[in-house]
């Protein structure tokens, strides 16, 4: 693995950080191509990006030490509470950070007045492209690796604790986020994002789901309730909930279809 891109003496250039720096971007450059078929204010992303990513980074983090508390916190003093805020060790949540870009997100919408539903359409599908990106990074930093595999793609990571080859899971991630992200980019061509909302509805589900499946092949350290990793409960609960507000919504478009 590659977790350290380049170091120039007490520069250190990590791989991860890179490849969730381009996913931002790449999910910018999304974001532009869907706001403007969405015809959509592209002065309101440009004005609130920063504090958008920044929501996305800051609940990330916060989402990690609370899993981790036990890690940061050992000793109630000064110093421990300083590492919360020492994201270069790459302690971050996912699950956290898609929040934090959602509620962000839809708290500016809300208070520019602008269409809440339809940014939460482009957002998501800048998110999952975002994803698709960064998991490349995560790859070369040794995180989030799978468990033992015989199929011949199986890798060999140094800081697992595995010693034989194992599922390269975040290339699965980036294989699944990028098809998802493709294919949701082509639905805002179809009659289905008429209907405001369905498409991050879909990426919820889309995403959650194959995070469920995922979850089966992962070998690295993790909570565990009942039995069932905890990301995996996140992702099961992405799911239910993307069937209800799929269910609900369908609901509320055949009454105002047959009124």
């Not at 980074?57 to 421990?80: D, G, H, K, M």
Request: no cysteine.
């Amino acid at each position: 693995m590659y977790p350290i891109l380049l170091e120039l003496g007490p520069i250190i250039i990590y791989s991860l950080w890179v490849f969730i720096a381009i996913g931002f971007f790449a999910a910018l450059l999304i974001l532009n191509k869907l706001v403007k078929k969405s015809r959509l204010r592209l002065g309101f992303i440009a004005q609130h990006s920063l504090a958008i990513f920044m929501g996305g980074l800051i609940l990330a983090r916060l989402v990690y030490v609370a899993r981790n508390i036990p890690y940061y916190f050992y000793e109630v003093n000064l110093s421990s509470f300083f590492q919360v805020f020492y994201i270069w060790d790459k302690g971050l949540s996912a699950w956290g950070g898609i929040i934090g870009i959602i509620l962000t997100t839809v708290y500016f919408a809300w208070r520019d007045k602008e269409n809440t539903l339809a940014w939460l359409d482009i957002i998501s599908v800048s998110i999952l492209g975002a994803i698709s990106v960064s998991s490349i990074g995560t790859f070369l930093s040794g995180q989030g690796y799978g468990n033992e595999t015989s199929l011949p793609w199986g890798v060999i990571i140094e800081n697992s604790i595995y010693a034989v080859p194992i599922h390269p899971t975040q290339i699965y991630a980036t294989i699944y986020t990028g098809l998802l992200t493709y294919i949701l980019v082509s639905l805002f061509n179809h009659k289905i994002s008429i209907i405001q909302g369905r498409i991050s509805i879909i990426a919820l589900g889309g995403y959650s789901f194959f995070r469920f499946l995922e979850e089966f092949l992962r070998g690295d350290e993790s909570n565990f309730f009942f039995g069932i990793r905890e990301a995996q409960i996140y992702a099961l609960l992405g799911v239910i909930v993307s069937v209800i507000l799929f269910y609900v919504q369908e609901q509320r478009t055949k009454k105002s279809n047959n009124s």
